[in-house]
Each structure stands twice: as C-alpha cells, then as structure tokens.
C-alpha cells in the first residue's frame, strides 16, 4: 500500500526533507533518455552548487517515485545533466548511488536503466517489512509512553496533507520519516537503516501499475493517524490491527 513513462514537457516538482537547499524542479524530457526529438530543447534549470549531488540524487529519487523516470527506460548521464544545469559527473555519481540500491541498472556505453518491477517483488518487500517492523511496533506500543507518541503528531499529518493533494514524492518522503520516527524509538540504529532501505526500495512504482492513485495514498496515511491514536490511547488490540493490516494493504 505504500508506495510510468517520462513524458515530453513534463515538470517534476521536488521538496526536499531537509531544511538545507532544495531544487526547485526537474524536467526529464523525451530527450534526456537520449532519444532523438524534433522539438527545441528548454533552457536548463540550474541547480544550486552546494550539495549538488545530494540534491540530484534526491531529485532523481522523487522522479522514480513520480514514474517521471520510467521503468525499463534508459537515461544518459549528460543528457539529464543537462536538464539539471550540471555536468555529467554528479549526475552519474547519483545514478551509481540508485544502481547499488537496486533502483537503476548501468547499461555500458548508454547510461542506466530503470529497473523494472512486478507485484511479486513488491510483495515480498512488504512481508521482510512485517518480519522486521510488526514485532518492533507492538513491543513499543507496551512500552513507550503516550506523550511520545504525542510528538509524533506532524509527521503523522505530513502524510495525510501530501497525499491529499497527489504528491507522490512529498508523500514517499513523508511516510518513509514516519516509519523511520517510529522505529527509532527502539534505539537500534541498523533497524532503523534496513528497514528505511526496504521501505524506499517499495515505494518504486510497478512497470504495469506506475503511478499510485490519489485514494490510496489517502488510506495509507489515515491508518498512520488511526495507529498514532491507538499508541495514545494504549490500545493495543487496535495497535496490532492496524500494523498488520498497514503490511498486508502493502501487498496489493
């Protein structure tokens, strides 16, 4: 439940979770995959130089959130470069990040494929998902005091307020934070790592199914205020409800 083709004039919107500088926006067009077009390429949009790479790397995330970079497309480092107002360099350095995650594949000589994935795979992200986070939250909901889960408040409302309006990236970013808050509470630092790898890994869109629809975003982010209001009110039949549900919803 958690979370596609590039298309020609196509604006990506990004906001970025930190409060550092933030890209504006990302055109990926017809010809940054490297494809000839007739059309006249749009002045490129100049990205701040401080953390440039950390701001591609965020973008291009949010633009495989979006299907702006489609699944089995390739994509040329100097072509979205030049998108970005970059040299190839960070770009390329972006896109080996997204290989290593499992987002890209490198396609010598041609630059990277986006990889493309079935229900199977996200299926089987959401059951390693419920294997590590389920027994995490519940042992929490036992232990942790309400006012904890109090303070937890906004950032179960960011997902409700993205997934309001359709924004996929800011959405992603935003769940991807909650789940992350939540987990940190158990003071296990490589649980909270493997666990936010999984839940980015997905949150790719599907090959037959690339863009998540405006109502199921709304329902995931509800069970994030329905759960926060449970861990309040120590609830813990209604706890482990709605976790095991929030995985299984996951799956389809």
Same mark, same amino acid.
């Given at each position: =439940?958690?979370?596609?083709? *590039?298309?020609?004039?196509?604006?990506?919107?990004?906001?970025?979770?930190?409060?550092?500088?933030?890209?504006? /926006?990302?055109?990926?067009? %017809?010809?940054?995959?490297?494809?000839?077009?007739?059309?006249?390429?749009?002045?490129?949009?100049?990205?701040?130089?401080?953390?440039? +790479?950390?701001?591609?790397?965020?973008?291009?995330?949010?633009?495989?959130?979006?299907?702006?970079?489609?699944?089995?497309?390739?994509?040329?480092?100097?072509?979205?470069?030049? +998108?970005?107002?970059? /040299?190839?360099?960070?770009?390329?350095?972006? =896109?080996?990040?997204?290989?290593?995650?499992?987002?890209?594949?490198?396609?010598?000589?041609?630059?990277?494929?986006? /990889?493309?994935?079935?229900?199977?795979?996200?299926? %089987?992200? #959401?059951?390693? !998902?419920?294997?590590?986070?389920?027994?995490? =939250?519940?042992? @929490?909901?036992?232990?942790?005091? *309400?006012?904890?889960?109090?303070?937890?408040?906004?950032?179960?409302?960011? &997902?409700?307020?993205?997934?309001?309006?359709?924004?996929? *990236?800011?959405?992603?970013?935003?769940? !991807?934070?909650?789940?992350?808050?939540?987990?940190?509470?158990?003071?296990?630092?490589?649980?909270?790592?493997?666990?936010?790898?999984?839940?980015?890994?997905?949150?790719?869109?599907?090959? /037959?199914?690339?863009?998540?629809?405006? #109502?199921?975003?709304?329902?995931?982010?509800?069970?994030?205020? #329905?759960?926060?209001?449970?861990?309040?009110?120590?609830? @813990?039949?209604?706890?482990?409800?709605?976790?095991?549900?929030?995985? &299984?919803? *996951? %799956?389809?």
């Amino acid at each position: =439940m958690e979370q596609g083709s *590039a298309r020609e004039d196509t604006w990506l919107s990004y906001a970025a979770p930190a409060p550092s500088v933030v890209p504006r /926006s990302v055109r990926v067009p %017809e010809q940054a995959r490297g494809e000839h077009t007739h059309s006249e390429p749009s002045a490129p949009r100049t990205v701040q130089r401080h953390s440039v +790479r950390g701001q591609i790397l965020d973008a291009l995330r949010a633009a495989l959130v979006d299907g702006e970079l489609a699944p089995g497309q390739v994509y040329s480092a100097p072509a979205l470069g030049a +998108r970005f107002g970059v /040299s190839a360099t960070p770009v390329r350095e972006a =896109m080996q990040q997204l290989a290593i995650e499992g987002a890209v594949e490198v396609v010598p000589n041609r630059g990277f494929r986006v /990889s493309e994935r079935g229900p199977r795979e996200l299926a %089987e992200l #959401a059951e390693v !998902r419920a294997l590590i986070e389920v027994p995490v =939250m519940l042992r @929490l909901a036992r232990t942790v005091p *309400a006012g904890r889960w109090t303070a937890l408040r906004p950032l179960a409302e960011a &997902t409700v307020a993205a997934a309001a309006v359709g924004d996929r *990236a800011s959405y992603a970013e935003s769940d !991807r934070a909650f789940h992350r808050a939540v987990l940190t509470l158990s003071g296990n630092e490589q649980l909270v790592q493997v666990a936010d790898d999984l839940h980015r890994r997905s949150q790719w869109p599907l090959v /037959s199914n690339p863009a998540t629809r405006r #109502a199921d975003l709304l329902a995931d982010a509800v069970e994030h205020t #329905a759960l926060l209001d449970a861990l309040i009110s120590q609830n @813990l039949g209604v706890v482990q409800s709605l976790v095991r549900e929030h995985f &299984t919803g *996951a %799956e389809g």
